[in-house]
């Protein structure tokens, strides 16, 4: 457990808070909490889901992130345009690591970055015509795509051009999918309301198109929504599933086809690893559909074991013995691993700040290790994700949302972690200051993470950086002589 006391972090959070003006200050301490596990409801301790301070550093994305660059992007067999300047579209350009399967620029195009490169005349004139034009040759060069989709960039919002009626159009031409997504990035207060966009989008322009296709239906068929595959998450997750005898007919967007979107209207039961993203669309689906949706977490033995068993319980016995003989198939596994990594991380204390399910989903991981997580938050989390948060983290850590740089900042050099997991927007400024550190939102170029394989690099990774001998030539402010925070610890 934490060796800090309520009072002492709600006293580092006042601390943290002095140097803002009082407007400010207000604001700001409504997103910085110790947690109390005795509270049901998060809002009693803490807000989320608003807009940014003006003038200080925020680590958000915007809603066009969270549509190209999250949902939609590793669909691989579609083609995304970034409708808009190039400046945005750069951001498609491999954002993350969605490991696929497939030939580059023939079926596949997750890695590749379509723009329509918007100039000043577009934005006088509109870009409907220009649209048009780029659809067709997409077409022409790229004939095995499966699909289009359009995602607005803030311009395409501000002069107001009919994405809706340009995909109506091409649609029919091409007896194609095109989807248009009006994911502008001025909307929403960050990357989050682009997640609820895109789901819209899916079930407006994807499955309604799939109404009254032929599915060949088992008792076991089920989905995998929420995971982008990164560094092979989704492969890691969906040998597990299969091994215990489910079938998998769809999965996405990691490595995801439109077939298999379109198939997911038919599954059993839906199963949600990235809550934040796509709890929409599985909510959308129980409701139209009757299809039941669950969470599953698949980091760390433990959390790993929990999930096959309560995803088990959704079916019969045959499903349930298999997910028992899985369970005992890889516990010799991950108890070797453990061995191996356990007596060099007991006791190491992290800090996380990331964004989706990982400020809580990875806590039971690092715990399998003997480590222990002194404080996380959200990027751009709401409520709900934080009440699934407070059971995980012990009584009086750190909680912070949105937290900016400079808060971040001061919460390290207060708190002391052994090691930090966050993004590649804080990643050199906490090396810089001598923290081992590791970017949790695509692995570090590592992974898989997921599973019981992911579980073994992870904690490679983890003793890796922590243990690295590199860290022996940096000294963290706290620990350099003469300073003020050296004098306050003595």
């Known amino acids: 457990m934490s060796t800090m006391t309520k009072q002492e972090t709600e006293a580092l959070i006042q601390e943290v808070l002095e140097v803002y003006p009082e407007k400010a200050r207000k604001d700001r301490a409504k997103h910085l909490t110790a947690n109390d596990q005795s509270l049901e409801k998060s809002s009693k301790c803490i807000t ?283 516990k010799p596994e991950w108890q070797a691993v453990v061995a191996k990594y356990r007596p060099r991380l007991e006791g190491k204390r992290v800090m996380l700040y990331v964004g989706g399910l990982r400020p809580r989903h990875i806590i039971g991981a690092y715990e399998d290790l003997g480590m222990e997580v002194v404080g996380t938050g959200y990027e751009f989390g709401h409520n709900d994700d934080y009440d699934r948060t407070i059971k995980e983290m012990g009584d009086a850590t750190l909680i912070y949302d949105d937290v900016t740089g400079y808060e971040f900042e001061e919460f390290v050099k207060k708190v002391k972690p052994d090691l930090i997991g966050s993004g590649i927007k804080e990643k050199y400024i906490f090396q810089k200051m001598g923290i081992p550190f590791r970017q949790m939102h695509s692995w570090d170029y590592s992974g898989p993470y997921h599973g019981y394989d992911g579980f073994a690099i992870f904690a490679r990774d983890m003793d890796m950086t922590l243990n690295n001998p590199c860290w022996d030539s940096i000294t963290p402010p706290w620990k350099k002589s003469g300073s003020a925070m050296s004098v306050a610890a003595e």
């Not at 002069?159 to 995909?167: F, L, Q």
Request: with cysteine.
């Open 48 to 330: 989320s889901n608003r807009k940014s301070l003006p003038g200080v550093m925020t680590i958000r994305g915007c809603a066009y992130a969270g549509s190209r660059g999250v949902v939609w992007g590793p669909v691989k067999d579609m083609i995304h345009i970034s409708h808009g300047p190039v400046g945005c579209g750069q951001y498609s350009r491999a954002g993350r690591r969605n490991y696929y399967v497939g030939t580059t620029g023939v079926n596949t195009f997750t890695t590749m970055n379509f723009t329509s490169d918007f100039q000043e005349r577009d934005i006088v004139f509109g870009g409907d015509k220009k649209l048009d034009k780029i659809i067709d040759e997409i077409e022409m060069l790229f004939p095995l795509n499966k699909g289009i989709t359009v995602q607005s960039e803030c311009p395409i919002g501000l002069i107001g051009d009919d994405i809706e009626a340009v995909s109506k159009k091409k649609a029919q031409d091409l007896d194609k999918t095109i989807v248009p997504v009006r994911c502008e990035g001025f909307r929403g207060v960050s990357q989050s309301l682009g997640h609820h966009i895109a789901n819209d989008a899916i079930r407006d322009w994807v499955f309604s198109r799939a109404e009254g296709k032929e599915f060949e239906s088992t008792p076991y068929d089920v989905t995998v929504i929420g995971d982008y595959n990164i560094g092979g998450d989704a492969w890691s997750s969906r040998i597990l599933l299969e091994e215990m005898g489910l079938r998998v007919i769809a999965q996405w967007s990691g490595d995801g086809t439109l077939a298999e979107m379109e198939n997911t209207p038919k599954a059993k039961l839906n199963l949600l690893h990235c809550y934040r993203s796509m709890n929409y669309i599985s909510r959308h689906m129980e409701e139209k559909y009757g299809i039941p949706w669950m969470e599953y977490n698949f980091f760390g033995p433990t959390k790993i074991e929990e999930a096959l068993r309560k995803i088990a319980e959704r079916f019969d016995d045959k499903i349930k013995e298999g997910a028992e003989r899985v369970i005992a198939k890889y």
